[in-house]
């Protein structure tokens, strides 16, 4: 940030800035918090939606407009660093769970919250930073495999299998179905040209049924899924006492606000306090053991889910400038594939379809670093050029 002020050229910064359609559907948005303020009662939850927010606009405008990043070995560095240090943040988590469990033979302590133990950075933003971490080091890996000596292969792979294993370990459902689907798109992108398509969708139902068998057999994982099942029993009206998911009553819930705000919407700080006033009218019940239970009524939730918080919140214009953020990049990706690129933006798509990721640091600040350091700042499109005049 800085760097960004004192090297002035604030002329050069301006233009730029006005070619740049992304960074300025970001300051929309960031606009529209702020118009948002207008119309919000809890106007103290309303600036701390609006701090948080600071972050959305501030790293993709440095990236953005400054010539910091002209280089893609310097995007492509930052990158490797992100996921070296997630991968010794999973190496310490690791050693620290099995340190307590010599200590008193507990399991639990390397299974899903048990496991992650940052207080700013809960479960389920941790394992999407995993997951983008194991694809960044893989391609690095990949692209450079003949160049590096046999012992940097032996501990990528390391690695490699470290992050793999920790997501089984995580156990957070939507992060076990980002890294499925992305995973399938790598294979079918690496394997379609050696294989043949026949080939390469038999590797490929091969993986996903030892994805599979893993998931069932680790004990965490194989938990939720079957949470899994008996919530699906449960809205099919089988009550087993063992309703666990609160989200879908938040979805329906967040619809019928959304419905009566839909062109300006709630205001900045007032979308969940409005959420919580419908879910003082639902009789689910979510049981903790089989004698225990809360109601949704218990505490405030968020939307768990990005694009109807911002739905509830901004209205239609903010919907819509959230969507097109993800669109702009996946339109020009689908004709200009890039992996890296393709990988986060379908990671954190997916994350936001469960979790209302831009309400917490964890998710903003990694959202809006990797969003401008690969599209903000044009990475994308110069990873193409460079792809395309190499002849790859």
Known sequence: MFAWVFSFNFTEKWERLKKNYLLIFL?????????GML??????????????????????LVLGTSDLLEQKDKVKLLLKTFAYCT?????????????????????????????????????????????FTFFILLDDLLISWNKRSPSFRFFSVLGLAILLGMQFLYSV???????????SVFLMWQLHKRLGLSGALISLISFLL???????TIP?????????????????????GKQTNHRVYLWKYGFEVIGENFWTGTGTGD?????????????AKFWVTHHQYYTLAAKKYNYHNAFLQHFAALGFAGFTLLLLIFLLPAIYLIKNFQFIPFCFLLLTFISFLTESM????????????????IFVSGYYKKEVKSAISSGQ
């Open 358 to 373: 831009l309400e917490r640091q964890a998710g903003n600040l990694f959202f809006a670093f990797m969003y401008g350091l």
């Open 87 to 131: 991968l010794a943040a999973s190496v310490f988590l690791l050693l620290r769970a099995g340190w307590l469990y010599l200590q008193n033979g507990i399991t639990d302590y390397f299974f899903y919250h048990n496991l992650v133990v940052f207080e700013m950075v809960p479960v389920h933003y941790f394992a999407m930073y995993s997951s």
């Open 271 to 283: 979308a969940d306090d409005i959420l919580y006033e419908k879910t003082k009218h639902s009789e």
């Open 27 to 35: 300051l929309l948005l960031f606009a529209l918090f702020i118009l």
């Open 220 to 240: 965490g994982s194989r938990k939720r899924i079957i949470e899994t099942f008996e919530e699906w029993q449960y809205f099919r009206g089988i009550d087993n």
């Open 210 to 216: 030892l994805f599979s068998a893993v998931v069932y």
């Open 173 to 183: 459902r939507i992060q076990l179905l980002a890294f499925l689907a992305i995973s």
């Open 39 to 60: 119309q919000t009662e809890n106007t103290a939850k309303g600036w701390k939606v609006v701090t948080v927010k600071i972050s959305m606009i501030l790293l993709p």
